[in-house]
Nanobody, 122 residues
Framework: VQLQASGGGLVQPGGSLRLSCEASGLTLDYVTIAWFRQAPGKEREGVSL????????YLLDSAKARFTISRDTAKKTVYLQMNSLKPEDTAIYYC????????????????WGQGTQVTVSS
């Protein structure tokens, strides 16, 4: 099983990015895929997740109005569309997956991507 995160980069405040998490070796219909982020010196925190049934949850209050999680099961890819980005969104973003757990504790996820850097700065 592999998760490949991509789509990060440098963007100005107010800009947008779309992160992708491409999965191999598993079927999205049987796992939850979650996005986490970790800023320097801070704890890893949950951003959003999409369950095996396709239901979405936003784990971060600030993400609810600005971020959208979605998936394409045929492409085995989960997306995180991030709009109205703020400097405080700067972090490494990771996607993670698990076949049994569907929640906010990053410790419970078995599969991890390598992370993609998001930097929001003028």
């Amino acid at each position: 099983v592999q998760l490949q995160a991509s789509g990060g980069g440098l963007v100005q405040p107010g800009g947008s990015l779309r992160l992708s998490c491409e999965a191999s070796g598993l079927t999205l219909d049987y796992v939850t895929i979650a996005w986490f982020r970790q800023a320097p010196g801070k704890e890893r925190e949950g951003v959003s997740l999409i369950s095996s049934s396709g239901g979405s949850r936003y784990l971060l209050d600030s993400a609810k109005a600005r971020f959208t999680i979605s998936r394409d099961t045929a492409k085995k890819t989960v997306y995180l569309q991030m709009n109205s980005l703020k400097p405080e969104d700067t972090a490494i973003y990771y996607c993670a997956g698990d076949g049994y757990y569907s929640g906010s504790r990053w410790q419970n996820y078995v599969y991890w991507g390598q992370g993609t850097q998001v930097t929001v700065s003028s």
